[in-house]
């Protein structure tokens, strides 16, 4: 197996999409959420999210800086600040803002990918913060194109809840 190719593949094809599906928002929506339910973001709030839920934690993975401040312990994080309620996460103040930090998250994925390198990939065993299974890294990395890609779809689901004319076709990018 190839790493390096199927991580690019997955990195070119899951944002290329994101960005497309980003088109479809308009600001005025930013602060849209499913009506029913808890714990829900807001447009603005995936849209950030979004924009680094894949070269953050890729760069995280391959270089150790996962951006946190030096005082925390990254194996003693505290669970408030993994995974804080929706209400506290941030967001954008545009889409057109949004498209910029997605195309510079895109660009450190690409840049952590070189970096690392095809043996690193296959060899190196990583852990993450949250998770203390040991995977090899080119994997650490898969699952974070994964990331993307669940909260692409969440994206398309938003999309469709508004009533916009999304369809498989918008999922997939084809």
């Known amino acids: 197996m190839n790493w390096t190719t199927l991580l690019r593949g997955g990195i070119e094809y899951n944002y290329a999409v994101a960005e497309r599906l980003m088109d479809m928002v308009s600001d005025s929506e930013l602060g849209w959420k499913p009506a ?8 603005g709030q995936l849209l950030h999210h979004m924009t680094d839920a ?6 995280g993975f391959v270089t150790g800086d996962w951006g946190f401040p030096p005082d925390i312990d990254i194996n003693n994080i505290p669970p408030e600040m ?6 506290k996460l941030p967001t954008v103040s545009s889409v057109a803002e949004a498209k910029a930090m997605l195309a510079a ?8 990918l070189t ?3 095809e043996e690193r990939l296959d060899k190196e065993i990583s852990k993450a913060p949250w998770d203390t299974e040991e ?6 990395l898969l699952e974070m194109v ?3 890609k669940q909260h692409k779809g969440q994206l398309f689901y938003y999309l469709k809840l508004q009533g916009k004319p999304v369809n498989t076709n918008d999922l997939y990018g084809a």
Not at 105 to 112: G, V
Request: with cysteine.
């Open 36 to 43: 029913t339910g808890s714990n829900w973001m807001t447009v």
């Open 54 to 59: 894949c070269g953050m934690c890729c760069k």
């Open 82 to 87: 993994m995974l804080p309620p929706a209400e």
């Open 105 to 112: 998250d895109k660009k450190t994925a690409l840049e952590m």
């Open 115 to 117: 970096l690392a390198g």
């Open 135 to 140: 995977l090899p890294l080119g994997q650490r």
């Open 146 to 148: 994964g990331h993307l």
